[in-house]
């Protein structure tokens, strides 16, 4: 015996699977097998991410590249009805929310606490790994974090998000009366911008050419909103910190020149893979450039901020749509001028 349950778990479960890019459909597949050391989570919630977006009409993220039909989603939380044999009954009915990678926890990355860098990485929907569109996932024990009955199941989805705003201001160093800038008012940068003001950053600028994007982000963190068309981030006083969450070429190296001297730079959207540097003004003001890839030990911190009010993950979501909607879900965000987040509710 492999799994322990309580109550018999199914052999099969619907899933959304992606076939090929542009075409997602409903299939019946079986549920994901266990190892000794993983539980099943039943997904109660999945966010809908800008990187299912691009696998779902481009097929590929850089070099990673659909080759088989893959089930797409990241952001996801559930409940625990099955564990591994060597995992405690006792969690049995947990609520989670899953921390959707699998180090390998023996390479120097992983033993050296940088388990996001781990290069056998297994990452939830990044080919040839199945996320979270379906009813059943599995994962690692210790990355199915338990999350308090007052923390809605969307927002238990929401920490992996939030988990990579953590991610990026840890490493962006904001500090009490630090002056931040963002780029980008979708989810993340939002989030950037709240996590920036609980580190104590008192100026925290957004830029986003969306007016409704800016006008949310100024409702919930932001002190200040730029339009990036009209209004030049460089002319004003410098920034400490310029964190890029819009992946926009122009917002990256106007950013970097509105930082001051001995200012860090972290870039976190991903758009174009190369882009043009001011070389001599990242020598001249000796800035510290850096990016983010995903994180780790964001999750305690994340579900903490989440469960005492510090952090609203339930205002982002925009709109809902049930396992057979996916494909329109994964439309909805390039359609809809209102639409923050989308969350998938199997
Ligand atoms: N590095 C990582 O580990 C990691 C993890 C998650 C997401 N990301 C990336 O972070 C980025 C943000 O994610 P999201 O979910 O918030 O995406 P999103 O697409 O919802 O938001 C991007 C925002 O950037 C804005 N934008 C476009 N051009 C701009 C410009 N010139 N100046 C300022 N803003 C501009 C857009 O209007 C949009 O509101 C994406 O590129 C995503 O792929 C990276
Ligand atoms: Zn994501
Ligand atoms: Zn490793």
Wanted: glycine share 8%.
């Amino acid at each position: 015996m492999t799994t322990q349950s309580t109550t018999s778990t199914p052999r099969t479960m619907r899933a959304s699977v992606l076939v090929t890019p542009g075409n997602v459909e409903m299939q019946d597949v079986p549920v994901p097998a266990l190892t000794s050391t993983q539980v099943l989570v039943k997904i109660s919630a999945v966010g809908v991410c800008g990187s299912d977006t691009h696998f779902f009409h481009e097929g590929h993220i850089g070099d990673m590249i659909v080759k088989s039909p893959l089930i797409l989603g990241h952001e996801s939380a559930g409940s625990i009805v099955a564990v591994g044999v060597n995992v405690s009954t006792s969690r049995i009915g947990e609520r989670v929310s899953i921390e959707p990678q699998k180090p390998c926890r023996i390479c120097e990355y992983c033993k050296g606490g940088r388990y996001n860098l781990c290069p056998n990485i297994e990452f939830y929907a990044a080919p040839p790994i199945h996320g979270a569109f379906a009813e059943f996932a599995a994962i690692e024990s210790d990355f199915a974090h338990p999350v308090p009955d007052h923390v809605s199941d969307e927002a238990a989805a929401l920490m992996e998000p939030l988990s990579v705003a953590i991610a990026t201001c840890r490493k962006a160093a904001i500090k009490p009366g630090s002056r931040a800038l963002i780029a980008g008012a979708g989810p993340i940068g939002i989030l950037v911008a709240q996590i920036a003001g609980i580190h104590g950053a008192t100026d925290i600028t957004v830029s986003d050419p969306a007016p409704h994007r800016r006008e949310f982000a100024l409702r919930t963190g932001a002190t200040r909103t730029v339009d990036p068309r009209i209004e030049d981030v460089t002319s004003g006083p410098l920034f400490d910190v310029f964190v890029d969450a819009s992946g926009a070429p122009p917002a990256i190296q106007s950013g970097i020149a509105a930082v001051k001297p001995g200012g860090r730079v972290v870039l976190v959207g991903m758009g174009a893979d190369s882009v043009e540097l001011p070389v001599s003004l990242i020598q001249n003001r000796e800035i510290e450039l850096t990016g983010i890839f995903r994180y780790t030990n964001t999750w305690s911190l994340a579900i903490d901020l989440v469960a005492s009010g510090r952090v609203d993950l339930d205002a982002l979501v925009t709109h809902r749509f049930g396992l057979e909607d996916v494909k329109t879900a994964l439309l909805t965000g390039g359609d809809d001028p209102r639409a923050i987040k989308s969350v998938i509710v199997p």
